[in-house]
């Protein structure tokens, strides 16, 4: 059998889908441009995600139409998972390799479907982690992803500990976290380990409180900056990026200004913005002081035109591709850099100091 496998979404859904390949591969079948199957990890996230994947589907069949096509992930019709069998994620095109440790969240933030999707928090054995890394030769840099990977069953940091332990990787980064997930624990095991790499990805959402609590987040913006100044006074080279969304009902200007001022203060590298979008079932669907599609594109552009703040120490860059007549890679804290490609050099897949 030929198949193909289209990848919407999160970090998550890609490590799925790098499974899934993995199985198939290993029972004999093979990739290809003109398959008999075709596979879609799906996002339902916001409106626009759910319409992109029924886009790519008719699209499909009127390209494939003798192939079978099969929507999975998070898509109300498709939230079954395809059967694994192989652990390995065989990822020829890139240099990290993604490795689902866990699954489901309970928190039901009022913006999010997800939950309703993937189910209650399960953690993968730590052992399956191990052994999933082991047998990854190639890699240079493993990426734990999850839907919340900080309700990993007995820590974060034990599991690091494990992975630390047990397996030779050379960097070992994790996925998106909430930013009340780093503890102490976790601050204190980056601070004295060099093969962690010193970035995190916070889904922090908005800077107002009033907004947060309406989200359901249980958090306050004084309580990540704490978190954010212990990390920085104790881990060596930190870099923080961020997710924010834009447009949550009810939120006004002085709201939004809030969010753009705790970017500024943090300090991160990098932002990820998301247009607020209703979601069945979800608290927020139905809540008063729904923002128009207008304002929320003004309030997205203007989080991105925000000048990023970008650390400048010299640190180990591990090379993934080259374009254009120059290599891009990325350093331990997750800053893309690039450099001129000399004559007959290959860097792909190398860390250079």
Wanted: aromatic share 8%; hydrophobic share 35%; net charge positive.
């Amino acid at each position: 059998m030929h198949f193909k496998v289209i990848t919407f979404g999160c970090k998550l859904n890609q490590a799925e889908s790098d499974q899934i390949s993995a199985d198939l591969i290993s029972r004999g079948h093979s990739l290809s441009n003109n398959p008999n199957l075709i596979i879609i990890n799906a996002c339902a996230v916001t409106y626009k995600a759910v319409r992109e994947v029924r886009q790519k589907v008719a699209q499909l069949k009127r390209k494939f139409p003798r192939a079978k096509v099969k929507v999975i992930g998070c898509l109300e019709q498709g939230r079954k998972k395809f059967p694994l069998k192989n652990p390995i994620a065989i990822t020829p095109a890139r240099t990290r390799a993604l490795i689902e440790i866990q699954d489901g969240c309970n928190n039901f933030c009022a913006y999010c479907i997800v939950p309703f999707m993937r189910g209650k928090p399960k953690s993968i054995p730590a052992n399956k982690i191990i052994q999933q890394i082991n047998q990854l030769k190639d890699f240079k840099e493993i990426v734990l992803t999850g839907v919340n990977i900080g309700l990993y069953k007995n820590g974060l940091d034990n599991l690091l500990k494990k992975i630390l332990k047990q397996t030779n990787i050379p960097r070992i980064r994790l996925g998106s976290l909430w930013p009340t997930h780093i503890n102490n624990k976790l601050i204190n095991l980056y601070s004295k380990n060099s093969r962690l790499c010193p970035h995190f990805h916070l889904s922090i959402q908005s800077g107002s409180n009033k907004i947060l609590k309406s989200m359901g987040r249980n958090y306050t913006t004084a309580r990540i900056k704490h978190i954010t100044q212990q990390c920085r006074a104790k881990i060596k080279n930190i870099n923080f990026t961020c997710d924010i969304i834009v447009g949550f009902p009810g939120e006004t200007d002085k709201d939004f200004q809030k969010s753009c001022q705790l970017i500024k203060d943090i300090g991160f590298s990098k932002v990820h913005v998301f247009r607020y979008s209703k979601r069945p079932r979800t608290k927020a669907e139905k809540m008063p002081d729904q923002i128009p599609e207008e304002t929320k594109q003004a309030r997205s552009q203007q989080l991105i035109r925000i000048k990023p703040t970008m650390p400048t120490k010299k640190l180990p860059i591990l090379w993934e591709d080259k374009k254009h007549g120059y290599w891009y890679g990325f350093t331990t804290n997750y800053i893309r850099v690039k450099r001129k490609v000399k004559k007959e050099e290959n860097l792909k897949n190398t860390i250079t100091s």
